[in-house]
């Protein structure tokens, strides 16, 4: 099993529960996203290759500080595609590339507060015993209608993770640009409970989407799948001056 996460240095500003989450991942070669790195953002390596991921699930209880879940838009689906990034200040993350909600105004806060790239996206998430289905298709921005449907099927559970899953799914921090200034964003969650997974079938357009034609159309390097974790935010810090990241 993974490792909890370091416990946040300052206060909590949201947190949430991500469940009946499944990982799929391709070995990239650095240079291939270099360009969607943040300025003062690196992708993070691992034996000479860092990944791209495509991540469906559900977001459950969302909530901000100590309050209480926000009803209704606190719990929604979301799939994301990301990247694994670290900084000149050597703080790990992740670096979003989209990131579909099914629901419009968590999608329109998320981009204004956060600077995060999420669309607003018609979403399902099921169950047919072993196997577990994630549809999406865009709404709104652009482009509309991408999309497309993933499912894996969960196998032995994970008791050690290899040094390749724990990069993929023990990540503590996002990176993120926000006016002018590239932003670290701290979060930490309790050990994942991690399977193995078989990809049953892929059928998708949101990798491409984001930039990155034709990967999806390959072999995976890596596919998991997990019950779920909750986890939560803290305070953003680390902003690169405005002057400096027009330099990088």
């Known amino acids: 099993m993974n490792p909890d996460g370091p416990p946040l240095d300052g206060p909590s500003i949201m947190r949430q529960t991500w469940a009946d989450i499944a990982f799929v991942h391709w070995a990239v070669d650095p240079s291939t996203v270099e360009r969607f790195m943040p300025p003062g953002v690196r992708p993070d390596v691992l034996d000479g290759s860092t990944y791209v991921g495509l991540i469906p699930f559900r977001m459950q209880r969302a909530g901000f500080g100590v309050g209480p879940a926000v009803p209704w838009l606190g719990t929604f ?18 670096v979003f590339l989209s990131l579909e909600s099914s629901r419009l105004l968590v999608s329109a806060l998320a981009r204004i507060v956060f600077g995060t790239p999420y669309t607003w996206a018609r979403m399902r998430v099921d169950q047919d015993d072993d196997r577990h289905r994630y549809t999406s298709r865009r709404r709104w921005p652009g482009p509309r209608g991408a999309g497309g449907r993933i499912e894996v099927r969960p196998t032995e559970p994970l008791h050690e993770p290899s040094e390749l899953e724990h990069f993929v799914t023990a990540r503590f921090g996002l990176h993120t640009r926000v006016l002018g200034r590239t932003w670290w964003v701290p979060n930490t969650h309790r050990a994942w409970p991690l399977h193995r997974a078989e990809l049953v079938s892929l059928d998708d357009t949101l990798v491409e989407a984001a930039g990155l034609p034709g990967l999806a ?3 995976p390097t890596s596919v998991l799948w997990s019950e779920g974790t909750f986890t939560t935010f803290g305070t953003p810090r680390g902003g690169v001056p405005r002057r400096a990241a027009a330099r990088g």
Do not use: C, F, M, W
């Open 77 to 94: 689906h979301e799939t994301n595609v990301r990247l694994y990034s670290v900084d000149d200040a050597g703080r790990h993350g992740v």
């Open 217 to 219: 159309a390959t072999e």
